[in-house]
């Protein structure tokens, strides 16, 4: 049972404009979730958090939105560049201490140049 | 920085071989999780350890054991080696309670293949 789900597994988005990932989730316990951002060969990044307190995060370019009611969070990216290309995942958790995360499948971003 | 080390970037071995992957960290992290990352799967946890000597399964035990004898390494060992455990291995480290606002610190990964 997937609890974390990406269902686009690949976006393409020209240089300059939005990119927009999505990530849905079921269990309505988890308190904080996260975006990563990984190239390849290469381990995961940390990008940008939310709690489950907050509806939106910024942090420059990024900005994470949370919609509990939908069960539904965005991550934003305005605007592209093609160093954004890469694979980003959302992830969850309930686990406070030991913030075991829950990760979804993935969504590969290619910004066009 | 906080680095993850990972001792090997590929590993090729044989079905039925007993594999040991190493994972270092150097700030004094409490939290250490194996993650494997499988196409069309994400990421997903085998074992993660809270403090030294702990442990707990993760969401695909099965195959895979721990050991934390220290509090800066963390090993993954596959007891016997088999061809659908070849993967992407991930290992991460956090800080205990801080994860919600920093998440974790991934090493570079360690692509073993079984053949």
């Known amino acids: 049972d997937q609890q974390v789900k990406q269902n686009s597994p690949s976006l393409s988005v020209q240089e300059g404009r939005i990119s927009i990932l999505n990530c849905d989730y079921t269990n309505s316990m988890f308190d904080y979730f996260l975006w990563y951002k990984k190239y390849p060969a290469e381990g995961p990044t940390f990008l940008i958090s939310?709690?489950?307190?907050?509806d939106k995060n910024e942090d420059g370019r990024f900005t994470v939105f949370l919609n509990k009611s939908a069960k539904h969070l965005s991550l934003h990216i305005v605007p592209s560049q093609p160093g954004d290309s890469a694979v980003y995942f959302c992830a969850a958790t309930v686990d406070s201490g030991t913030y075991k995360y829950i990760f979804g499948t993935g969504t590969r971003l290619k910004v066009l140049a | 920085d906080v680095k993850v080390t990972q001792s090997s970037r590929y590993l090729v071995k044989r079905t039925g071989e007993k594999v040991f992957l190493e994972c270092v960290q150097d700030m004094d992290h409490e939290n250490m999780f194996w993650y494997r990352q499988d196409p069309g799967l994400g990421l997903r946890l085998i074992y993660f350890?809270?403090?030294?000597?702990?442990?707990e399964k993760g969401d695909i035990p099965e195959g895979y054991s721990v050991s934390r004898e220290k509090k800066e390494r963390f090993s993954l060992i596959l007891e016997s080696a088999s061809t659908n455990q070849t993967s992407m291995y991930l290992c991460a480290s956090s800080l205990w309670a801080q994860g919600g606002d920093y998440g974790y610190t991934f090493g570079s990964g360690t692509r073993l293949t079984v053949v």
């Open positions: 350890s809270y403090d030294v000597k702990m442990k």
């Open positions: 939310i709690s489950s307190i907050k």
